[in-house]
């Protein structure tokens, strides 16, 4: 996941609206089942993937009341925890 990438969907989503994002990652997801991909254009595709899931739950917890810098932050950590254990 890259940080600056989630920051501009995050700011994506609150500019236009969430459903744009879930849309794209259907039709990514949908993409995935290509059986001509290479594996490289499908872990580009899952990169972009993970990342506008990632966008998607820091908008949620910004609007569940956190403020946007601590919700990027603590997203990251449970990122980064949980490729530690």
Do not use: C, W
Not at 22 to 27: A, R
Not at 54 to 70: D, H, L, T, Y
């Amino acid at each position: 996941m890259k940080l600056p990438v989630i920051k501009h969907l995050t700011q994506f989503i609150e500019d236009n609206d969430e459903d744009f994002v879930v849309e794209t990652i259907e039709t990514l997801e949908a993409l995935t089942e290509v059986s001509s991909l290479k594996d490289e254009e499908l872990d580009v595709i899952g990169e972009l993937i993970s990342n506008m899931y990632g966008a998607i739950e820091v908008n949620r917890m910004i609007q569940n009341g956190k403020p946007k810098k601590e919700a990027v932050n603590e997203f990251m950590q449970r990122v980064l925890g949980s490729i530690d254990k």
